[in-house]
């Protein structure tokens, strides 16, 4: 299970570590096409009930598109983790991860704790799963950030909720900030969009209201209602 760690002697972020507060949900899995297990049993992953219900079309979403991002998150992942560039990193991506680098840099001197990367959990509740990229401590508050080497979507807000659901059994009375963070393929400052607004209170709701349309669809939809 995922479990809260004492932070009594950890060293601080800065130092190349990793305060660790969120790890792994043991029981959880994702293949190779980012689908979740927990044992035998598949759980639906956030970003498929997105597209499951119509919110995200990845058709134009190419096998480079693809890949880039993979490289990009896996690079912010090591560089999260303390560790120097990889300095066979391909030119092509060396801008975004500057812009990712930086923005590392800036969280370091806002004295946030790096408290978990790239953290596997699923909601034994609602039966969903997700990964989050980065989450961070600071004056008491857990802030969950997802990095996009492209624009951020408009449905963005509905993934960074459910993501905080995924944190809340953890934190207890924490408040959690969430944003998105667009990294810049020029090197340029990374973008952050929150969703912490009163606009945003309600998409923790809406979420799972997805969810729930996305289960009917399959079990009462063409072929499950036939």
Partial sequence: RTRARTRQGTPRYGDGKILVIFDNDHDL????EH?????NREVEGVTATLKDVGLINDEWFTDG???RGVAIHAEMSSLARGAEPFMFLDPDLTGWVKSGQDFLTMLKAECHEIAGVEVMRWHRLYA???QMDLITLRENRIYIWDFKSGKALKTTRFQLAAYSMLVQPVIGE???????VELQEDGG???VIEYNTPAH?????????????ARDRREFGPKGGA
């Fill in 189 to 191: 400052r990374a973008k």
């Fill in 65 to 67: 598109h693809s890949s």
């Fill in 29 to 32: 899995r994702r293949d190779d």
């Fill in 174 to 180: 924490k408040m959690v900030k969430r944003a998105a």
């Fill in 201 to 213: 209170f309600h998409d923790g709701a809406r979420f799972l209201s997805y969810l729930t349309a």
């Fill in 128 to 130: 969903f799963a997700g």
């Fill in 35 to 39: 689908r979740y297990f927990v044992g």
